[in-house]
């Protein structure tokens, strides 16, 4: 696990199989000790897709999320259920270092790299 400098940590579960959701405690537990004191986390139960498998009952995880004071959804990796609403709300709750940095931040341009150009023959 790595979190050195995270400003947030997305702890996942999978809602079909019990076991993970009591080793996400687990985890939870390790981030707290060690990780960075103002860090967002978030709980994700995964596979929200196979209801008719459930083994934690979303209730119980929102009440464990809401008593760690975290985000609680439920995804599915596999539909693209709720997973950009998750990092939305993440975003969200991560505080702004500075509104208006300085032009001579850290900051930098995305761009492409030139393309090669195209050869006719051998």
């Not at 996942?12 to 019990?18: A, G, Q, W």
Request: aromatic letters at 8%; one cysteine or more; hydrophobic letters at 35%.
């Amino acid at each position: 696990m790595y979190y050195r400098g995270s400003a947030a940590a997305i702890i996942v579960y999978d809602i079909t199989k019990e076991e993970t959701f009591s080793t996400l405690k687990n985890w939870v537990k390790e981030l707290r000790q060690h990780g960075p004191p103002n860090i967002v986390v978030a709980i994700a139960g995964n596979k929200c897709d196979l209801i008719d498998v459930r083994e934690v009952m979303e209730r119980d995880a929102k009440d464990y999320a809401d008593s760690i004071h975290a985000i609680f959804v439920e995804t599915s990796a596999k539909n693209a259920i709720n997973i950009n609403e998750l990092f939305i709300e993440i975003s969200r709750r991560i505080p702004s270092t500075d509104a208006n940095p300085p032009s001579g931040g850290k900051g930098f341009k995305l761009r492409r790299p030139p393309s090669e150009p195209k050869r006719n023959c051998c």
